[in-house]
């Protein structure tokens, strides 16, 4: 997975220096896990249902909240059509809530700045922000939207 070795590169040069951006790396990396989970439940085959069973199971292990927060987001108590509708509802919502922390995470490295590997202060060869890079990233978005 490239935001696990992500995570462990920013680890091994010092860059989570940034405890926020950090934390919010870390959560932009479980927001990625549970979209795919459900959205590898949404096959409901054989193995997505044991899938889906295995982490059921998982829930009671939850201090205090396990039962009611497993009947909660499971809609029972197994896996049936009513997992499978709040499953899609999240596999929906999901990825916006990823394309807004990979924001939120992008402007906190432009606002602390990023490291190198050699950990060299780079300070001479940076380029502002806003009429470079923001261009820049506005141009790669309207090329990668989707034609008629």
Known sequence: NCIGVHIV???YYGTNL???MCFIGVGLKQSVVVTVFVGYVLTWGPMSFLGATVIKKLQPAVPYLGNMLGQWIWGGFSVDNATLTRFF???FF???LVVA???LHALFLYETG?????GLNSDANKISFHPYF???NAMGFVVMLPGP
Do not use: A, M, V
């Not at 990023?114 to 050699?118: K, T």
């Open 18 to 20: 940034c405890e926020e």
């Open 9 to 11: 590169l920013c680890l």
């Open 134 to 136: 923001f261009y820049k």
């Open 89 to 91: 509802g999240f596999h």
């Open 114 to 118: 990023s490291n190198n590997p050699l």
């Open 94 to 96: 999901l990825p916006f």
């Open 101 to 103: 922390t990979t924001i």
